[in-house]
Protein backbone atom coordinates (compact mmCIF):
# COMPACT_ATOMS: atom_id res chain seq x y z
CA UNK A 1 0.00 0.00 0.00
CA UNK A 2 0.82 3.33 -0.71
CA UNK A 3 1.18 6.14 1.91
CA UNK A 4 -0.29 8.53 -0.71
CA UNK A 5 -3.46 11.14 -0.09
CA UNK A 6 -5.86 10.62 -2.99
CA UNK A 7 -8.90 12.66 -3.47
CA UNK A 8 -11.73 10.54 -4.82
CA UNK A 9 -14.33 12.32 -7.03
CA UNK A 10 -17.93 11.33 -8.17
CA UNK A 11 -21.22 12.80 -8.26
CA UNK A 12 -23.04 9.59 -6.06
CA UNK A 13 -25.29 10.41 -2.87
CA UNK A 14 -23.92 8.89 -0.49
CA UNK A 15 -26.22 8.43 2.81
CA UNK A 16 -25.55 9.66 6.11
CA UNK A 17 -27.14 9.15 9.27
CA UNK A 18 -27.38 10.72 12.41
CA UNK A 19 -24.25 9.19 14.41
CA UNK A 20 -21.75 10.65 11.35
CA UNK A 21 -21.49 6.72 9.53
CA UNK A 22 -21.95 6.75 5.98
CA UNK A 23 -23.58 4.43 3.41
CA UNK A 24 -24.42 3.65 -0.06
CA UNK A 25 -27.12 2.35 -2.08
CA UNK A 26 -24.60 -0.21 -3.21
CA UNK A 27 -22.80 1.05 -6.18
CA UNK A 28 -19.65 2.31 -4.06
CA UNK A 29 -18.99 0.14 -1.34
CA UNK A 30 -16.16 -0.76 0.84
CA UNK A 31 -15.15 -3.42 -1.81
CA UNK A 32 -14.81 -0.56 -4.17
CA UNK A 33 -12.80 2.11 -2.48
CA UNK A 34 -10.16 -1.04 -1.82
CA UNK A 35 -9.09 -0.93 -5.30
CA UNK A 36 -6.83 2.32 -5.14
CA UNK A 37 -4.71 0.81 -2.10
CA UNK A 38 -2.40 -0.16 -4.67
CA UNK A 39 -2.02 3.95 -4.94
CA UNK A 40 -2.70 5.53 -1.84
CA UNK A 41 -3.19 4.55 1.94
CA UNK A 42 -5.68 7.82 2.58
CA UNK A 43 -8.52 8.17 0.19
CA UNK A 44 -10.33 11.43 0.61
CA UNK A 45 -13.61 11.23 -1.20
CA UNK A 46 -15.86 14.36 -2.57
CA UNK A 47 -19.12 13.50 -3.34
CA UNK A 48 -23.33 14.46 -2.39
CA UNK A 49 -24.54 13.26 0.56
CA UNK A 50 -28.30 13.15 1.90
CA UNK A 51 -29.40 12.63 5.55
CA UNK A 52 -32.10 9.80 6.28
CA UNK A 53 -33.09 7.87 9.67
CA UNK A 54 -33.21 5.09 8.13
CA UNK A 55 -30.44 3.16 6.84
CA UNK A 56 -31.71 -0.42 7.22
CA UNK A 57 -31.37 -0.97 3.09
CA UNK A 58 -28.03 0.60 2.46
CA UNK A 59 -24.35 -0.60 3.01
CA UNK A 60 -22.37 0.89 5.35
CA UNK A 61 -19.03 2.27 4.22
CA UNK A 62 -16.52 0.85 7.65
CA UNK A 63 -13.39 1.08 5.86
CA UNK A 64 -10.93 3.04 8.48
CA UNK A 65 -8.89 5.00 5.77
CA UNK A 66 -12.37 6.26 4.19
CA UNK A 67 -12.82 10.50 4.29
CA UNK A 68 -15.99 12.13 2.96
CA UNK A 69 -16.19 15.68 2.48
CA UNK A 70 -19.94 16.22 1.06
CA UNK A 71 -20.40 19.51 -0.75
CA UNK A 72 -23.75 21.45 0.04
CA UNK A 73 -26.50 20.71 -2.19
CA UNK A 74 -27.91 18.22 -3.84
CA UNK A 75 -28.97 19.85 -7.33
CA UNK A 76 -26.27 20.60 -10.20
CA UNK A 77 -27.90 24.37 -9.68
CA UNK A 78 -27.31 24.29 -5.83
CA UNK A 79 -23.60 23.12 -6.28
CA UNK A 80 -22.84 25.38 -8.36
CA UNK A 81 -24.98 28.51 -8.15
CA UNK A 82 -26.24 28.73 -4.52
CA UNK A 83 -23.09 27.24 -3.04
CA UNK A 84 -20.31 27.84 -5.76
CA UNK A 85 -17.91 29.34 -3.16
CA UNK A 86 -18.35 26.55 -0.51
CA UNK A 87 -18.04 23.73 -3.74
CA UNK A 88 -14.58 25.81 -4.93
CA UNK A 89 -13.24 26.28 -1.43
CA UNK A 90 -13.72 22.50 -0.45
CA UNK A 91 -12.40 21.45 -4.11
CA UNK A 92 -9.09 23.74 -3.48
CA UNK A 93 -8.63 22.09 0.11
CA UNK A 94 -9.33 18.98 -1.47
CA UNK A 95 -6.86 19.48 -4.04
CA UNK A 96 -4.07 20.81 -2.04
CA UNK A 97 -4.76 18.62 0.88
CA UNK A 98 -3.94 15.62 -1.94
CA UNK A 99 -1.30 14.84 -4.26
CA UNK A 100 -2.85 12.60 -6.60
CA UNK A 101 -7.13 12.53 -7.93
CA UNK A 102 -9.33 9.62 -8.74
CA UNK A 103 -12.20 10.99 -11.44
CA UNK A 104 -14.99 8.59 -11.32
CA UNK A 105 -16.88 9.80 -14.60
CA UNK A 106 -19.25 10.72 -15.82
CA UNK A 107 -19.49 13.75 -13.38
CA UNK A 108 -20.42 17.26 -12.67
CA UNK A 109 -17.82 17.68 -9.64
CA UNK A 110 -15.37 15.71 -11.43
CA UNK A 111 -15.31 17.96 -14.71
CA UNK A 112 -14.52 20.92 -11.88
CA UNK A 113 -12.06 19.20 -10.30
CA UNK A 114 -10.30 18.15 -13.41
CA UNK A 115 -9.98 21.80 -14.09
CA UNK A 116 -8.90 22.11 -10.98
CA UNK A 117 -6.44 19.58 -11.00
CA UNK A 118 -4.86 20.62 -14.09
CA UNK A 119 -4.44 24.12 -12.88
CA UNK A 120 -2.34 23.02 -10.08
CA UNK A 121 -0.64 19.84 -11.80
CA UNK A 122 -2.24 17.43 -9.59
CA UNK A 123 -1.74 14.21 -11.62
CA UNK A 124 -5.78 12.41 -12.00
CA UNK A 125 -6.53 8.82 -13.24
CA UNK A 126 -10.10 8.28 -14.62
CA UNK A 127 -12.78 6.10 -14.20
CA UNK A 128 -15.45 6.12 -17.31
CA UNK A 129 -18.29 4.73 -16.69
CA UNK A 130 -20.78 5.86 -18.98
CA UNK A 131 -21.54 8.51 -21.37
CA UNK A 132 -22.73 11.98 -20.00
CA UNK A 133 -24.65 13.19 -23.32
CA UNK A 134 -26.19 9.92 -23.27
CA UNK A 135 -27.46 9.80 -19.70
CA UNK A 136 -28.40 13.47 -19.60
CA UNK A 137 -30.54 13.25 -22.57
CA UNK A 138 -32.33 10.58 -21.48
CA UNK A 139 -33.68 11.59 -18.25
CA UNK A 140 -34.67 14.89 -19.85
CA UNK A 141 -38.52 16.05 -20.61
CA UNK A 142 -39.07 16.94 -24.30
CA UNK A 143 -40.08 20.42 -23.63
CA UNK A 144 -36.68 21.16 -22.18
CA UNK A 145 -35.00 19.39 -24.79
CA UNK A 146 -33.15 21.64 -27.20
CA UNK A 147 -31.49 23.76 -23.98
CA UNK A 148 -30.55 20.61 -22.26
CA UNK A 149 -29.19 19.05 -25.50
CA UNK A 150 -26.60 22.11 -25.67
CA UNK A 151 -25.80 21.06 -22.27
CA UNK A 152 -25.41 17.57 -22.60
CA UNK A 153 -23.15 18.07 -25.58
CA UNK A 154 -20.77 20.29 -23.69
CA UNK A 155 -20.61 17.63 -20.90
CA UNK A 156 -19.96 15.41 -23.58
CA UNK A 157 -16.95 17.77 -25.40
CA UNK A 158 -15.44 18.02 -21.68
CA UNK A 159 -15.33 14.96 -20.49
CA UNK A 160 -14.12 13.68 -23.92
CA UNK A 161 -11.04 16.37 -23.08
CA UNK A 162 -10.43 15.18 -19.49
CA UNK A 163 -10.37 11.41 -20.55
CA UNK A 164 -7.62 12.69 -24.05
CA UNK A 165 -5.52 14.10 -21.25
CA UNK A 166 -5.50 11.93 -18.30
CA UNK A 167 -2.01 10.15 -17.72
CA UNK A 168 -4.05 6.98 -17.24
CA UNK A 169 -7.81 5.93 -18.04
CA UNK A 170 -9.76 2.66 -16.74
CA UNK A 171 -12.60 2.27 -18.72
CA UNK A 172 -15.77 -0.32 -17.53
CA UNK A 173 -16.16 -1.72 -21.20
CA UNK A 174 -13.92 -3.38 -23.73
CA UNK A 175 -14.59 -1.20 -26.88
CA UNK A 176 -17.89 1.19 -26.47
CA UNK A 177 -16.56 4.13 -24.59
CA UNK A 178 -13.54 3.72 -25.78
CA UNK A 179 -14.37 4.85 -29.47
CA UNK A 180 -16.19 7.51 -28.08
CA UNK A 181 -13.91 8.59 -25.53
CA UNK A 182 -9.68 8.12 -26.21
CA UNK A 183 -7.22 8.16 -24.41
CA UNK A 184 -3.64 9.07 -25.17
CA UNK A 185 -2.13 7.67 -21.58
CA UNK A 186 -2.22 3.93 -20.41
CA UNK A 187 -5.62 2.56 -20.52
CA UNK A 188 -7.13 -0.55 -19.12
CA UNK A 189 -10.50 -1.82 -19.19
CA UNK A 190 -12.41 -3.74 -16.02
CA UNK A 191 -16.71 -3.62 -16.14
CA UNK A 192 -17.34 -1.58 -12.98
CA UNK A 193 -18.82 -4.95 -11.84
CA UNK A 194 -17.30 -7.87 -10.07
CA UNK A 195 -18.88 -10.90 -8.69
CA UNK A 196 -18.36 -13.63 -6.67
CA UNK A 197 -19.86 -16.86 -8.64
CA UNK A 198 -20.99 -19.83 -8.35
CA UNK A 199 -22.58 -22.00 -10.87
CA UNK A 200 -25.87 -22.42 -10.89
CA UNK A 201 -28.76 -25.02 -12.37
CA UNK A 202 -28.14 -25.34 -16.06
CA UNK A 203 -29.95 -28.50 -16.63
CA UNK A 204 -32.19 -28.77 -19.74
CA UNK A 205 -35.17 -29.32 -17.13
CA UNK A 206 -34.67 -26.25 -15.12
CA UNK A 207 -35.63 -24.09 -18.14
CA UNK A 208 -39.35 -25.57 -18.76
CA UNK A 209 -41.54 -22.93 -18.18
CA UNK A 210 -44.87 -22.86 -15.27
CA UNK A 211 -48.02 -23.45 -16.72
CA UNK A 212 -48.87 -19.85 -15.30
CA UNK A 213 -47.56 -16.15 -16.20
CA UNK A 214 -43.49 -16.31 -17.59
CA UNK A 215 -42.17 -13.95 -14.97
CA UNK A 216 -40.09 -11.27 -16.27
CA UNK A 217 -37.97 -9.44 -14.61
CA UNK A 218 -35.56 -6.00 -14.51
CA UNK A 219 -33.25 -4.25 -11.69
CA UNK A 220 -32.92 -0.84 -11.64
CA UNK A 221 -33.87 2.70 -10.19
CA UNK A 222 -36.63 4.15 -11.52
CA UNK A 223 -36.11 8.00 -10.16
CA UNK A 224 -35.11 8.17 -13.79
CA UNK A 225 -36.63 6.62 -16.85
CA UNK A 226 -32.79 5.04 -17.80
CA UNK A 227 -33.68 1.82 -17.77
CA UNK A 228 -37.00 1.26 -19.69
CA UNK A 229 -39.23 0.21 -17.48
CA UNK A 230 -41.90 2.16 -19.41
CA UNK A 231 -40.46 -0.25 -22.73
CA UNK A 232 -40.87 -3.04 -20.66
CA UNK A 233 -44.62 -2.28 -19.49
CA UNK A 234 -45.80 -1.86 -23.17
CA UNK A 235 -43.65 -5.07 -24.05
CA UNK A 236 -46.54 -6.47 -22.51
CA UNK A 237 -49.44 -5.39 -24.60
CA UNK A 238 -47.69 -6.71 -27.56
CA UNK A 239 -47.33 -10.04 -25.65
CA UNK A 240 -51.05 -10.44 -24.84
CA UNK A 241 -51.60 -9.68 -28.65
CA UNK A 242 -49.66 -12.86 -29.04
CA UNK A 243 -51.36 -15.19 -26.38
CA UNK A 244 -48.30 -14.95 -24.30
CA UNK A 245 -49.04 -14.35 -20.81
CA UNK A 246 -46.42 -12.37 -18.95
CA UNK A 247 -45.76 -10.81 -15.23
CA UNK A 248 -43.27 -7.69 -14.84
CA UNK A 249 -41.51 -7.81 -11.93
CA UNK A 250 -39.43 -4.84 -11.04
CA UNK A 251 -36.97 -4.37 -8.81
CA UNK A 252 -35.57 -0.46 -7.56
CA UNK A 253 -36.92 2.52 -5.91
CA UNK A 254 -38.49 4.96 -7.72
CA UNK A 255 -41.87 7.05 -7.85
CA UNK A 256 -43.95 4.08 -9.79
CA UNK A 257 -47.19 6.21 -10.23
CA UNK A 258 -46.39 7.26 -14.23
CA UNK A 259 -45.53 3.30 -14.81
CA UNK A 260 -48.71 2.28 -13.25
CA UNK A 261 -50.94 4.94 -15.08
CA UNK A 262 -49.41 3.28 -17.83
CA UNK A 263 -49.85 -0.01 -17.44
CA UNK A 264 -53.75 1.01 -16.99
CA UNK A 265 -54.04 2.83 -19.94
CA UNK A 266 -52.46 -0.79 -21.65
CA UNK A 267 -54.57 -3.10 -19.83
CA UNK A 268 -51.58 -4.56 -17.74
CA UNK A 269 -52.11 -3.21 -14.75
CA UNK A 270 -52.71 -6.70 -13.12
CA UNK A 271 -49.17 -8.12 -14.64
CA UNK A 272 -46.71 -5.38 -12.73
CA UNK A 273 -45.42 -5.68 -9.63
CA UNK A 274 -42.82 -3.72 -7.83
CA UNK A 275 -41.06 -5.54 -6.06
CA UNK A 276 -39.40 -2.63 -3.98
CA UNK A 277 -35.54 -3.18 -2.78
CA UNK A 278 -33.26 -5.86 -2.07
CA UNK A 279 -29.89 -6.23 -0.20
CA UNK A 280 -26.95 -7.15 -2.58
CA UNK A 281 -25.57 -10.21 -2.71
CA UNK A 282 -28.11 -13.21 -1.88
CA UNK A 283 -30.90 -11.75 -1.49
CA UNK A 284 -30.86 -10.24 -4.98
CA UNK A 285 -29.45 -13.95 -6.94
CA UNK A 286 -32.94 -15.46 -4.91
CA UNK A 287 -34.79 -12.94 -6.28
CA UNK A 288 -33.21 -13.35 -9.98
CA UNK A 289 -33.80 -17.42 -9.74
CA UNK A 290 -37.56 -16.78 -9.48
CA UNK A 291 -37.09 -15.07 -12.88
CA UNK A 292 -37.69 -17.01 -16.54
CA UNK A 293 -36.56 -13.89 -18.78
CA UNK A 294 -34.67 -10.97 -17.28
CA UNK A 295 -34.70 -7.67 -19.54
CA UNK A 296 -32.58 -4.39 -20.12
CA UNK A 297 -33.71 -2.29 -22.23
CA UNK A 298 -32.19 0.85 -21.36
CA UNK A 299 -31.70 3.53 -22.92
CA UNK A 300 -28.24 4.45 -22.00
CA UNK A 301 -25.43 2.21 -19.96
CA UNK A 302 -22.07 1.71 -18.83
CA UNK A 303 -21.90 -1.91 -18.39
CA UNK A 304 -24.93 -2.94 -16.49
CA UNK A 305 -24.09 -4.88 -12.82
CA UNK A 306 -27.76 -6.20 -12.87
CA UNK A 307 -27.77 -7.59 -16.39
CA UNK A 308 -24.46 -9.10 -15.52
CA UNK A 309 -25.68 -10.92 -11.96
CA UNK A 310 -28.52 -12.47 -14.18
CA UNK A 311 -26.15 -14.16 -16.59
CA UNK A 312 -24.54 -15.05 -13.97
CA UNK A 313 -27.62 -17.33 -12.53
CA UNK A 314 -27.91 -18.70 -16.55
CA UNK A 315 -30.91 -16.86 -17.37
CA UNK A 316 -32.02 -15.74 -20.80
CA UNK A 317 -31.88 -11.89 -21.00
CA UNK A 318 -32.51 -9.39 -23.74
CA UNK A 319 -31.11 -6.09 -24.01
CA UNK A 320 -30.85 -2.41 -25.93
CA UNK A 321 -28.44 -1.62 -28.40
CA UNK A 322 -26.72 1.04 -25.93
CA UNK A 323 -23.37 1.05 -23.95
CA UNK A 324 -21.68 -2.03 -22.86
CA UNK A 325 -24.77 -4.33 -23.61
CA UNK A 326 -23.52 -5.58 -26.67
CA UNK A 327 -20.87 -6.88 -25.66
CA UNK A 328 -22.59 -8.69 -23.27
CA UNK A 329 -25.06 -10.78 -25.00
CA UNK A 330 -25.28 -12.00 -28.15
CA UNK A 331 -26.61 -9.82 -31.32
CA UNK A 332 -29.87 -12.22 -31.07
CA UNK A 333 -30.89 -11.14 -27.93
CA UNK A 334 -29.83 -7.36 -29.10
CA UNK A 335 -33.39 -4.90 -29.34
CA UNK A 336 -33.28 -1.03 -30.34
CA UNK A 337 -33.89 1.20 -27.75
CA UNK A 338 -37.39 2.45 -27.62
CA UNK A 339 -38.84 -0.23 -29.14
CA UNK A 340 -41.61 -2.61 -27.46
CA UNK A 341 -42.01 -4.21 -30.41
CA UNK A 342 -39.10 -6.03 -30.58
CA UNK A 343 -38.73 -6.75 -27.07
CA UNK A 344 -41.82 -8.76 -27.32
CA UNK A 345 -40.74 -10.54 -30.38
CA UNK A 346 -37.36 -11.63 -28.48
CA UNK A 347 -39.57 -12.33 -25.41
CA UNK A 348 -41.93 -14.59 -27.60
CA UNK A 349 -38.64 -16.51 -29.08
CA UNK A 350 -37.69 -17.36 -25.69
CA UNK A 351 -40.69 -18.43 -24.86
CA UNK A 352 -42.30 -20.89 -27.41
CA UNK A 353 -38.65 -22.52 -27.84
CA UNK A 354 -37.15 -24.63 -24.64
CA UNK A 355 -34.19 -24.66 -26.22
CA UNK A 356 -33.45 -21.53 -27.17
CA UNK A 357 -34.18 -20.47 -23.00
CA UNK A 358 -31.72 -23.06 -22.49
CA UNK A 359 -28.56 -22.48 -24.66
CA UNK A 360 -29.28 -18.47 -23.81
CA UNK A 361 -28.76 -19.48 -20.34
CA UNK A 362 -26.13 -21.88 -20.62
CA UNK A 363 -24.48 -18.83 -22.62
CA UNK A 364 -24.87 -16.30 -20.57
CA UNK A 365 -23.39 -18.05 -17.29
CA UNK A 366 -20.56 -18.44 -19.75
CA UNK A 367 -20.02 -15.14 -20.37
CA UNK A 368 -20.49 -13.98 -17.13
CA UNK A 369 -17.73 -15.97 -15.71
CA UNK A 370 -15.46 -13.15 -17.41
CA UNK A 371 -16.52 -10.65 -14.35
CA UNK A 372 -15.39 -12.86 -11.73
CA UNK A 373 -13.92 -10.86 -8.93
CA UNK A 374 -10.65 -12.58 -9.18
CA UNK A 375 -10.23 -11.86 -12.48
CA UNK A 376 -11.30 -7.92 -12.57
CA UNK A 377 -9.85 -7.46 -9.66
CA UNK A 378 -6.09 -8.71 -10.42
CA UNK A 379 -6.77 -6.27 -13.98
CA UNK A 380 -7.42 -3.32 -11.49
CA UNK A 381 -4.55 -3.79 -9.33
CA UNK A 382 -2.14 -4.04 -12.07
CA UNK A 383 -3.51 -0.71 -13.35
CA UNK A 384 -3.66 1.21 -9.57
CA UNK A 385 -0.27 -0.18 -9.33
CA UNK A 386 0.61 1.16 -12.93
CA UNK A 387 -1.34 4.77 -11.91
CA UNK A 388 0.91 4.75 -8.56
CA UNK A 389 4.47 4.66 -10.57
CA UNK A 390 3.06 7.08 -12.70
CA UNK A 391 2.35 9.46 -10.06
CA UNK A 392 6.14 8.61 -7.93
CA UNK A 393 7.61 9.26 -11.45
CA UNK A 394 6.12 12.69 -11.86
CA UNK A 395 6.79 13.90 -8.06
CA UNK A 396 10.52 12.60 -8.42
CA UNK A 397 11.22 15.13 -11.11
Known amino acids: MSGRKALYVHDHVFIKDHEGNYYSEGKITDSVFERYEACCSELHVLSRCRYTPSTESYSRITKKNVYFHPVKGLSFSKIFSTNLISTTKKVLYLIKKTELVIIRMPSFLGLFTYLTARAYGRPYFIELVGNPKEAIITSTPKKHFGLVKLFATLMEKSTQSAVLNAPGVI ?227
Not at 192 to 215: F, Q
Not at 268 to 273: I, T
Not at 386 to 396: D, S, V, W, Y
Request: charge should be positive; proline fraction near 4%.
Open 171 to 397: YVTRKNLQEKFPARGFTSSASNVELTIEKPDLSYERYKLPKEAIRIGIIGSFKNNYKGIDTAIASLAKLNEKKIKCHLLILGAGNTVPYLDLANSLGVRSQVFFDGIRQGGKEVYSWLDTLDIYIQPSRTEGLPRSLIEAMSRGIPCVGSNVGGIPELLPERWIISKDSPEELAEKISDLAISHTERYNSGCENFLTSTEYSKERLSQKRAQFWLEAHNHMEGLLKK
